[in-house]
């Protein structure tokens, strides 16, 4: 009866150092976040004296946690933080921009959120048993045109004939224009079967899997993509305060992003179990399910936004159709401007003015080409701007 008494007695305590664990590696998400979000880094804008710290105070997590780190110079006052665990040849690159938007910015989702991740998968891979060596790259000057990627990319530290996989976190912690459906975004699957097996396993119902020809080359997978390395780029997506003050550490949702961090993981380990490397496909195979997952995303926005410009829900019901009937890449694509143009208004005026007005001005559908740019010109910084589409909404509506 001693015996198992004390056993009953060791129950709740084993059990509360499980949860506490978990309560620890949220605890270091938003802290990671936080210290990157502070604004003694000045908003980290790269060259900045806070992304040097940065630099610096990354080389430095890595190297406690045990890895072999170091700076890779990619300019004056720029530079790669580079950490490696384990001495096999064969690796997988797990990378995460650091930069950000600079001073006025906390640039938490984008892109303090995915480091986080990052940090928090080699503190617990290196405790994990695999086959292949990780490669963690801390990425700077990605807001500029993904530059720290490509220039490891160009002169990589590990053969890159020996890179496995990549993995790619960015804008991370915050849901698809904070819509209440929490939605992991996986881009990448099309192009390897086996990475895409294994995402779709481990991801469960919150993962949307979605080709990357709907996004375009706006993340620092696209590097690795263009030399057919397969690749997955997770991410939350964007989100009203993107790429503005707005984007803060208390805006992000930690339980979640621990969550998300758990898959990514599990993802990684299953990568490293492979029996052989996966292949690169050279014509995509896209998910199955993107025009169902765009329609459900249309649903939710016209659901939850009250606030939602008039002309949005116009386009949503014509995409409805567009996607039942027609459901080809360029359908997708013109979804996926619309969303990404509701989602972050104040940056929606490029998209709206010059590639889905003028769509539907090419079509003929004048009254829904007239409402996009006159949206667009809600939109629009100064004069100089709004001229030429005013001009041709007048032009339309004689």
Known sequence: ???????????????AAVFSLSAVSARELRTTVEWLSDPA?????????????????????????????????????????????GNRGPHIIIGAHFDGQGRGYASASDNAAGVAVMLELARDLRE?????????????????????????ADEPLYPLEDAIAVVILDTMGRSFIDLDRWSLIVFGTEF????????????????????????????????????????????????EDYHGPGDTPAKLDYDR????????????????????????????SYPAREAEQLRAYMD??????EALSPVYPALFDDLGGRLETDPTRETLRLAT???????????SSFGLAYLIGPLYEAEGKTALAIAVYQEAVLRMPNEFARRPIEEKIRALQD
């Not at 946690?65 to 720029?78: F, K, M, S, V, Y």
């Not at 695999?130 to 807001?143: R, T, Y």
């Not at 621990?258 to 995509?284: F, H, Q």
């Not at 939710?300 to 936004?305: P, T």
């Open 128 to 152: 994990t048993e695999l086959v292949p060596s990780l490669v963690f790259i801390a990425f700077d000057d990605e807001e500029r045109g993904l530059n720290g990627s490509r220039h490891y």
């Open 192 to 239: 390897s079967p086996e990475l895409g097996a294994i995402a779709t396993r481990r991801g469960g119902s919150t993962l949307v899997p979605l080709g990357t020809d709907l996004l375009g080359s706006r993340s620092d997978f696209a590097p690795f993509a263009a030399l057919s390395i397969p690749y997955l780029f997770f991410t939350n997506a964007t989100h």
């Open 41 to 85: 880094r000045d908003g980290r804008g790269s060259q900045s004296a806070g992304a040097i710290a940065t630099a610096e105070y990354l080389l430095e997590r890595f190297m406690e946690l045990g890895l072999d780190a170091e700076a890779q110079r990619i300019g004056p006052g720029r530079q790669n933080v580079v950490a490696r665990w």
């Open 337 to 347: 401007s619309v969303m990404l143009a509701a989602a972050t208004p104040r940056m």
């Open 300 to 305: 939710a926005i016209e659901a939850e936004h």
């Open 1 to 15: 009866m001693s015996r198992i008494r004390h056993r009953l007695f060791l129950i709740p305590i084993v059990m």
């Open 257 to 284: 992003l621990l969550s998300d961090t758990e898959t990514v993981r599990s993802v990684i380990v299953d990568i490293a179990a492979l029996d052989s490397a996966p292949v690169y496909l050279g014509t995509p």
